[in-house]
Nanobody, 122 residues
Framework: QVHLTESGGGSVQTGGSLRLSCVVS????????MGWFRQPPGKGREAVATITSDGAASYAATMRGRCTISKDNAKNILYLQMSSLKPEDTAMYYC????????????????WGQGTQVTVSS
């Protein structure tokens, strides 16, 4: 059974940094496209960043270079390093996985974690 568990969320002030982690088990982590998504209160889920099995990364324009997605295939851990955080970054952050290399949108991903809350105060 595929299982993804996010951690690293918390409350930070504007301009702060945060590193999210997603521990993956139950499938071939190294062969999947992985992604980070977020869902602000009362809004839909949106993509933050994705990374393919061969290391190609894609970022949402809204982040403007303020985050870096990476993964450790040996440890089966996906990371999202965020910096220069803004109040509008406040959301529940989810990690996701799918065997489709070009997966980019929430509907493209078949496996999801439970989420970790990120709150950025002004």
């Amino acid at each position: 059974q595929v299982h993804l568990t996010e951690s690293g969320g918390g409350s930070v002030q504007t301009g702060g940094s945060l590193r999210l982690s997603c521990v993956v088990s139950g499938y071939s982590f190294s062969t999947y496209t992985m992604g980070w998504f977020r869902q602000p209160p009362g809004k839909g889920r949106e993509a933050v960043a994705t990374i393919t099995s061969d290391g190609a990364a894609s970022y949402a324009a809204t982040m403007r270079g303020r985050c870096t997605i990476s993964k450790d295939n040996a440890k089966n851990i996906l990371y999202l390093q965020m910096s220069s955080l803004k109040p509008e970054d406040t959301a529940m952050y989810y990690c996701a996985a799918d065997p489709f290399r070009d997966a980019r949108y929430p509907g493209d991903f078949g496996s999801w974690g439970q989420g970790t809350q990120v709150t950025v105060s002004s």
